[in-house]
């Protein structure tokens, strides 16, 4: 089977699937409640992410609760999703915390930090370091309860039009580049460009851009990037382990039974793992096409050019910690659990790692 042939397939299998479980749902279904997203209707990964924890929800729950998809721009554009969730227009939502900076600059901690925690790491401190109490309690104030919904792991630097052989090759580049990522960009002389994926493609293409990074191998062939610029770097300093979030209506939630309450809560903690495990297994296969099938350029990004982007990475997030008590209570978490996790990783996995692929 092509590659292409398989991607295709991936939307029309979670279509069926959908299809079915709705229908199983609305027969019996207590509460209907929306799901939007930030993702192209359908997209592998991201947006079957979505697909399946509707499905999730639906099938632990016995078809009580019965959850409608809408990918961006169905039912609200894709960054409108915080604001849709938060006025009750939809009971859930699917994305990313960066996205919501202009709410507070405190979100991008739950998305993803660059130089910072991997997808492991980044579980640890949500689930047991306290930063799911510290999210908990900046979306409170807008009437939201979020929670880990996926995960990335470690993406691309992205695809660029014109090689980066230096600092220099920085400077004026247009990148559609989020969150912490885009500012330290914009520090290196460039100029981050915050766009949905659904337009990735075509800006790249017609040069409003001149790089994107995306997600991975895996998202990146799905769009055919690679038929819009030569050049694909890697590693992605900007995001090593992005939480996909999802947020529930307060109010919604909270008129649920308890044990509906729990489904739904312990459902996001299922997808949280499966995308990580698909991105794993999905990634590696589609990095062999994009260089054996489509003659993709695969290259590192230059030594001088991350070390620069690390030192400009750690000056955008400590001044974030200087701008609110909300940021700075944050920033103190995420910094102590990172530098717990920094000492035994060195000696768990990158000593290993190490170890295994020594000749």
Do not use: C
């Amino acid at each position: 089977m092509q590659r292409r042939d398989f991607i295709k397939g991936v939307g029309v299998g979670s279509l069926a699937l959908g299809a079915a479980a709705a229908g199983t749902a609305h027969a019996k279904a207590e509460y209907r409640w929306k799901m939007v997203t930030t993702w192209p209707k359908n997209f592998p990964g991201l947006g079957t992410g979505a697909n399946k924890l509707a499905e999730l929800i639906g099938e632990m729950s016995g078809g009580r609760i019965a959850v409608r998809v809408y990918g961006a721009g169905e039912l609200v554009p894709a960054f409108e999703v915080f604001d849709a969730v938060s006025r009750g227009t939809a009971e859930l939502g699917h994305g990313s915390a960066y996205y919501w900076k202009g709410k507070s600059e405190a979100a991008q901690f739950f998305s993803t930090v660059p130089f910072g925690m991997t997808a492991q790491e980044m579980n640890a401190w949500i689930y047991y370091g306290g930063g799911l109490e510290l999210w908990r309690e900046l979306y409170a104030q807008f009437g939201l309860v979020p929670a880990p919904a996926g995960n990335s792991g470690v993406q691309m630097a992205g695809w660029f039009n014109k090689e980066i052989n230096s600092v220099d090759d920085l400077k004026g580049l247009k990148m559609r580049i989020p969150g912490l990522g885009g500012e330290v960009l914009a520090r290196a002389g460039g100029t981050p460009v915050n766009l949905p994926g659904g337009e990735l493609f075509t800006a790249l293409q017609n040069g409003t851009i001149d790089a994107t990074e995306w997600v991975g191998p895996y998202n990146d062939l799905a769009f055919g990037l690679y038929k819009a610029a030569r050049y694909y770097y890697y590693p992605g300093w900007h995001e090593p382990g992005t939480i996909m979030e999802a947020m529930v209506n307060r109010e919604a939630l909270e008129s649920l039974p308890k044990d509906l309450q729990a489904i739904v809560m312990n459902a996001f903690k299922v997808i949280n793992q499966d995308m990580l495990a698909e991105y794993t297994a999905r990634n590696p296969i589609a990095l062999q096409t994009l260089v054996d099938e489509h003659a993709v350029e695969l290259r590192r990004l230059p030594d001088d050019v991350i070390t620069r982007l690390r030192g400009l990475a750690d000056e955008v997030v400590a001044e974030i910690a200087e701008r609110d008590a909300f940021s700075a209570k944050v920033y103190t978490s995420y910094r102590k659990f990172l530098a717990q996790a920094r000492e035994w990783s060195a000696i768990s996995e990158q000593t290993y790692l190490r170890a295994r692929d020594q000749v």
